[in-house]
């Protein structure tokens, strides 16, 4: 059994120098399968007569509207404050009142745990 790994690892070492002295870049599985796949894309659009270069311009404008999209998804997801409750309003920060507070950023809970703190550590 021996022999047999020592062919294969020294076999597998020999043509992974080849494929980079050939293509002069690393022998890494992800990237030999894109470059196999680009060799055989351009080879098949050539045989039918396709452009490339229209193809990659049109890919190109379809990732640009789906950028667009999930961009212009995004603020529908916002979370808003529950209807009912005063929002956040740093100009009440002076007067600590017995409003609630909404805590919805991390900037409104820290406000709301300083003025609870200011408000139990009050002398009686």
């Known amino acids: 059994m021996e022999p047999i790994t020592y062919f294969v690892t020294y076999g597998t070492s020999i043509a992974c ?10 022998y890494v599985l992800p990237d030999v399968r894109d470059r196999e796949y680009l060799l055989q894309f351009h080879k ?3 045989k039918v007569g396709m452009n490339v270069a229209e193809y990659n311009r049109l890919q190109n404008s379809i990732a640009q509207v789906e ?18 409750t005063k929002p956040f309003d740093p100009a009440d920060m002076g007067s600590c009142g017995d409003h609630q507070l909404v805590a919805t950023s991390l900037w409104n809970r820290t406000q709301l745990r300083l003025q609870n703190l200011l408000r139990t550590s009050k002398p009686q």
């Open 17 to 26: 120098f080849a494929y980079y002295v050939l293509t002069k870049q690393e």
């Open 44 to 46: 098949k659009a050539k």
């Open 67 to 84: 950028n667009d999209l999930k961009r212009l998804q995004d603020p529908l997801r916002v979370h808003h404050p529950p209807t009912g």
